[in-house]
């Protein structure tokens, strides 16, 4: 079946940067393009990225473009999210998603806090 897991999530200060990582199994990982979305505390859930199966495009929410970086190595069956420049308002719950013959599949999630 297939399984997510995310990582790397934790407390950073304003500024800082994480990079999240999401294992991937159950599933031919190279053929399906893969999401994070992410729910901050009182808010809607809400698309971060994109990534295409060959990587070849990639889509960003506004307020993370130019902070934030998808990627994937297909090799290894995981995908990335690169987080620089962190804010508060980056303060949510982090998933990961696969998006198979037009179902989601979502992992657990990786909580991000960012703090000073």
């Known amino acids: 079946q297939v399984k997510l897991v995310e990582s790397g999530g934790g407390l950073v200060q304003p500024g800082g940067s994480l990079r999240l990582s999401c294992a991937a199994s159950g599933f031919t990982f190279s053929t399906w393009p893969m999401s994070w979305y992410r729910q901050g505390p009182g808010k809607e859930r809400e698309l971060v990225a994109q990534?295409?199966?060959?990587?070849?495009?990639?889509h960003y929410a506004d307020s993370v473009n130019g902070r934030f970086t998808i990627s994937r190595d297909n090799a290894k069956n995981t995908v990335y999210l690169q987080m620089n420049s962190l804010k508060p308002d980056d303060t949510a719950e982090y998933y990961c998603?696969?998006?198979?013959?037009?179902?989601?599949?979502w992992g657990q999630g990786t909580q991000v806090t960012v703090s000073s």
């Open positions: 990534i295409t199966a060959n990587e070849d495009r990639t």
């Open positions: 998603i696969a998006h198979i013959w037009g179902s989601e599949y």
